[in-house]
């Protein structure tokens, strides 16, 4: 049995665009860890993170880090080599979950199907097509950041992107636009949970859609064709399971009505958990509490 007497500390900001859903993540978890029982201690990470660890000693932490340094494996490998055991997934997972071309090369050989990638040149900061052929619509975006962070889709007609959206050195890639329905499916402790459909205004689900009081509407389960109900399950789950991921994911999909056809998009190993997240509320419907759902994130916790 884990000891809840000895501190957990819920690890939260940073410097990325993701740090304040990172706080908004770890102060819902640390809420519910305090009402468990929990002992308990909120961290701002900074720079000196690895010394501030060294002085705490805690028993285990509570990574509620988003993006990159806290979702890439950078922070799991200092944690390993300090022997502190920490929540969600270890290095390789975390690395590669982050890295989206990196996601679909792992997975190319399960029967999980991926938006196809489209080439892009830059040339004198403007980004366009490499191939006039190219699908009317594409998304471009950073090839390893999270949130929807830096998200942009192009239309035909529209003016080209310029290079000086992102922040200088940014990696971008670019996917086929695929309309649709937006679903999503969290897996914990390798169980998928349910099918939620989200509903917005917005032309896909961006950061406002996702952590906005009222910027989307969750459905849940979601009212689709029960094949493909039980397909995004079946590729979350494989998903998680061939990528080695721990605690809990999210995979995010799209559903092409049209088409009849479900891609994914890509797997979270560190979903948002706020008041407005899907993974609480997926738990939530199967019957498990939000103190519930962090509890079981704790006791899981170990290094790779």
């Given at each position: 049995?884990?000891?809840?007497?000895?501190?957990?500390?819920?690890?939260?900001?940073?410097?990325?665009?993701?740090?304040?859903?990172?706080?908004?993540?770890?102060?819902?978890?640390?809420?519910?860890?305090?009402?468990?029982?929990?002992?308990?201690?909120?961290?701002?990470?900074?720079?000196?993170?690895?010394?501030?660890?060294?002085?705490?000693?805690?028993?285990?932490?509570?990574?509620?880090?988003?993006?990159?340094?806290?979702?890439?494996?950078?922070?799991?490998?200092?944690?390993?080599?300090?022997?502190?055991?920490?929540?969600?997934?270890?290095?390789?997972?975390?690395?590669?979950?982050?890295?989206?071309?990196?996601?679909?090369?792992?997975?190319?050989?399960?029967?999980?199907?991926?938006?196809?990638?489209?080439?892009?040149?830059?040339?004198?900061?403007?980004?366009?097509?490499?191939?006039?052929?190219?699908?009317?619509?594409?998304?471009?975006?950073?090839?390893?950041?999270?949130?929807?962070?830096?998200?942009?889709?192009?239309?035909?007609?529209?003016?080209?992107?310029?290079?000086?959206?992102?922040?200088?050195?940014?990696?971008?890639?670019?996917?086929?636009?695929?309309?649709?329905?937006?679903?999503?499916?969290?897996?914990?402790?390798?169980?998928?949970?349910?099918?939620?459909?989200?509903?917005?205004?917005?032309?896909?689900?961006?950061?406002?859609?996702?952590?906005?009081?009222?910027?989307?509407?969750?459905?849940?389960?979601?009212?689709?064709?029960?094949?493909?109900?039980?397909?995004?399950?079946?590729?979350?789950?494989?998903?998680?399971?061939?990528?080695?991921?721990?605690?809990?994911?999210?995979?995010?999909?799209?559903?092409?009505?049209e088409a009849g056809e479900l891609v994914m998009l890509e797997l979270n190993t560190q979903p948002g958990m706020t008041?407005?997240?899907?993974?609480?509320?997926?738990?939530?419907?199967?019957?498990?509490?939000?103190?519930?759902?962090?509890?079981?994130?704790?006791?899981?916790?170990?290094?790779?």
């Open positions: 049995m884990v000891d809840m007497r000895g501190l957990t500390l819920f690890l939260m900001g940073g410097w990325t665009d993701e740090a304040e859903v990172s706080r908004n993540t770890a102060k819902a978890c640390y809420a519910a860890a305090i009402e468990a029982g929990w002992t308990a201690e909120l961290l701002e990470v900074d720079h000196n993170i690895a010394n501030q660890l060294h002085v705490m000693k805690p028993a285990r932490v509570f990574n509620a880090l988003h993006g990159q340094l806290g979702e890439d494996g950078n922070m799991q490998g200092m944690l390993n080599l300090m022997g502190i055991p920490y929540t969600h997934s270890g290095v390789l997972a975390s690395a590669v979950a982050m890295d989206k071309p990196m996601t679909k090369t792992a997975l190319a050989s399960t029967e999980i199907v991926f938006a196809n990638d489209i080439a892009i040149q830059i040339s004198d900061g403007v980004i366009t097509p490499h191939d006039k052929a190219a699908p009317s619509a594409m998304v471009i975006k950073p090839r390893n950041t999270g949130s929807s962070v830096g998200v942009h889709i192009w239309h035909e007609g529209d003016a080209y992107l310029q290079e000086t959206i992102w922040p200088k050195g940014t990696q971008l890639m670019a996917e086929r636009f695929i309309p649709g329905r937006e679903l999503t499916v969290s897996v914990l402790h390798g169980e998928p949970l349910t099918v939620t459909e989200i509903v917005q205004d917005n032309r896909f689900y961006d950061y406002e859609a996702k952590y906005a009081d009222g910027g989307s509407t969750h459905i849940l389960p979601a009212q689709i064709d029960r094949d493909v109900f039980n397909t995004a399950m079946e590729w979350a789950t494989i998903a998680h399971e061939q990528l080695g991921c721990r605690g809990v994911s999210r995979s995010d999909f799209r559903l092409d009505n008041k407005t997240s899907l993974v609480p509320e997926q738990a939530e419907y199967n019957g498990i509490s939000m103190t519930a759902l962090v509890s079981s994130l704790l006791e899981a916790a170990q290094c790779d």
